[in-house]
């Protein structure tokens, strides 16, 4: 069986101008939303600054806040933990660390209640070192998400590896940067990327790839690329029943630091 889990990172900057946010609301935000509308089989994991969370309602657009409780009330989306403000992580120091993510957690609960409670967490831009790892188990994050350029060895399809630390472990998961990349330039079409996916899945009793990337790509980036290739990446895959992705391996192949 092949998995694809899809992430979507949110974010706008917290000085953004009003115009640009909303051009930015117009063309990507609420347009993804409908395409979930649109295909009530469509999964995918959302990531949103707490920042920017504030930002949609400061500048009265909880059009999107509603429609993201929308669609995660219907089981199609779950949050991630991250920094408020899309701090460096490794950057700061470990208490400020800890009041990002704190912070971020507070204000997404106020906006979206109940249905913001990650098990997983998206360090901004997908920034890491050991240090932070200890604050996210103290948070109760049961995963992170990494770039593939940070994994020590080829990217995992059919595994999912742990990191272990004194605190506790927390798994990790890498992205196939190559082909968020070729999806974030528009390098490859829907039948393309399917078709990637089966070579990756193949010979393999289980695999799964998972991509990332911003959510203003689709839309604002590129310019219909929600339903060019998104929706259509959906509508190839609604029809199947997909099952509850893979839990991850209590015995990894290798654990990593």
């Known amino acids: 069986m092949m998995y694809w889990a899809p992430l979507l990172h949110f974010y706008q900057p917290p000085l953004q101008l009003h115009s640009v946010l909303k051009k930015v609301c117009d063309e990507s935000y609420l347009p993804l939303i409908e395409v979930f509308r649109q295909y009530p089989t469509a999964k995918a994991t959302v990531d949103i600054c707490g920042v920017l969370t504030e930002m949609l309602w400061e ?42 993510i704190a912070r971020n957690h507070a204000t997404n609960r106020h906006f979206f209640g109940d249905l913001f409670d990650p098990v997983g967490f998206f360090p901004p831009e997908m ?49 196939d940067t190559i082909l968020s990349n070729k999806i974030s330039f528009q390098q490859l079409d829907p039948r393309d990327f399917l078709n990637d996916l089966r070579r990756i899945g193949q ?55």
């Open 127 to 175: 920034a890491y070192s050991k240090d932070i790892v200890d604050p996210l188990v103290q948070s109760r994050h049961e995963w992170v998400i990494l770039d593939g350029e940070a994994c020590p060895m080829p990217w995992p399809t059919d595994v999912i590896h742990q990191i272990r630390r004194e605190a506790g472990d927390i798994s990790v998961v890498f992205r």
């Open 203 to 257: 010979g393999k009793e289980n695999a799964y790839v998972v991509t990332a990337m911003d959510a203003e790509t689709f839309g604002h980036h590129i310019k219909n690329w929600e339903r060019l290739f998104l929706a259509n990446v959906y509508a190839a895959i609604s029809p199947a029943v997909q099952p509850s992705p893979p839990k991850a391996a209590t015995k990894p192949e290798k654990s990593i630091a």
């Open 59 to 100: 500048h009265c657009h909880n059009d999107v806040i509603e429609g993201l409780v929308e669609v995660a009330q219907n089981g199609q989306i779950e949050f991630t933990g991250s920094a408020k403000c899309h701090a460096i992580l490794p950057l700061v120091p470990e208490s400020e660390m800890h009041r990002q």
